[in-house]
């Protein structure tokens, strides 16, 4: 790793740590002693009424900016876009 990587790196770590006032690790709720777990209960049912009736099943999209792939030439040395552009996706569970 170069020196100017590690100084990068360091210098994230070091504000992670609240060493630097660039941003702060982010606090939990008072009373909370560990991060929030979902439930996996209530995900577990949401998904076998997206199976059963469809309700929910899709719960967003994704969108790629700009083409998924690209070929290599060798005469000249280059990058030829393959595909469709701002391609989207649904997200379904």
């Not at 100017?4 to 994230?12: E, K, L, M, Q």
């Not at 740590?17 to 439930?39: A, C, E, M, T, W």
């Not at 209530?42 to 998904?47: E, I, S, T, V, Y």
């Not at 792939?69 to 060798?74: D, F, R, V």
Request: aromatic share 10%; charged share 25%.
């Amino acid at each position: 790793m170069d020196k100017p990587h590690a100084v990068v790196i360091y210098g994230i770590i070091q504000a992670w740590k609240g060493k630097f006032p660039i941003f702060n690790k982010p606090r939990l709720p008072k009373g909370v002693s560990r991060p929030y777990v979902p439930d996996y209960c209530a995900l577990r049912r949401a998904d076998e009424v997206a199976a059963d009736n469809g309700h929910g099943s899709i719960y967003g999209q994704l969108c790629i900016l700009g083409y998924k792939e690209y070929l290599a030439t060798e005469s000249p040395v280059q990058l030829k876009p393959k595909g469709k552009r701002n391609a989207k996706f649904l997200l379904a569970r």
